[in-house]
Structure formats: structure tokens, C-alpha cells
């Protein structure tokens, strides 16, 4: 899984929304109707800022809820996690790769 930065899920979302505004019947307006390297900064700071806040309030809490929701399982499970016999499925990845605790909720 590919994790955006906040700027980087902007630009996908501006080029996107682009894209697809013609399927809808929609123009959008000339101002903001450019390549990403071309869109007014103050647009750009807005989209950035959006995203940002999604990140930080939808994403973020989420990842975290199922890395502790798989790891109760393999625990509960008692086997590690593997996918073949030499890897980790992704969540398995950042939890190792993640400082350490991961999440300091309680159940």
C-alpha cells in the first residue's frame, strides 16, 4: 500500500478531479483547470490542507485500529504473521518497522 504525503494525496486528488469533471458534465474553472505544477499556490495550500486534516483524522487513527485489530488476532491465533514462509503481510511490515509502541490504547 502506498502511503501519500499530504501534498502528494492532493496532487493525485486536483488531477483526478480533472480528469474526470468532463464525464460529468462539469468545466471546472480556468483558474484551477491546469497541470498540478500550474494551479494557483493558494489553491494548492488549500488542497494540501485538506488532505492533511484527513490524513491526520480519518487515516491515521484507522491504520492504527487495525494494526492493534490484526495483532490481537495473531495473537490470539498464536502464530506469527507470514505470507509464505519469508514474509510479512504489509501491517505486519510497519508494526515492525513502527517505533515501538505501536498503539498505547487498553482494551
Not at 483558474?31 to 491526520?56: G, H, Q, R
Not at 490484526?70 to 513502527?98: D, F, K, M, S, Y
Request: glycine letters at 2%; a negative charge; proline letters at 7%.
Amino acid at each position: 500500500m502506498k502511503h501519500h504525503t499530504a501534498e502528494e494525496l492532493a496532487q493525485l486528488f486536483h488531477e483526478t478531479y480533472e480528469r474526470l469533471a468532463p464525464e460529468f458534465d462539469y468545466k471546472t474553472r480556468e483558474a484551477s483547470a491546469k497541470p498540478w505544477a500550474d494551479v494557483p499556490e493558494t489553491n494548492k495550500k488549500l488542497m494540501i490542507a485538506v488532505c492533511a486534516e484527513i490524513l491526520d483524522t480519518e487515516v491515521v487513527p484507522l491504520k492504527r485500529e487495525i494494526q492493534v485489530a490484526h495483532n490481537v488476532l495473531l495473537t490470539e491465533l498464536g502464530r506469527p504473521c507470514a505470507i509464505g514462509e519469508q514474509r510479512l503481510c504489509a501491517i505486519c511490515q510497519e508494526v515492525a518497522a513502527a517505533p515501538a509502541p505501536v498503539c498505547t490504547e487498553t482494551f
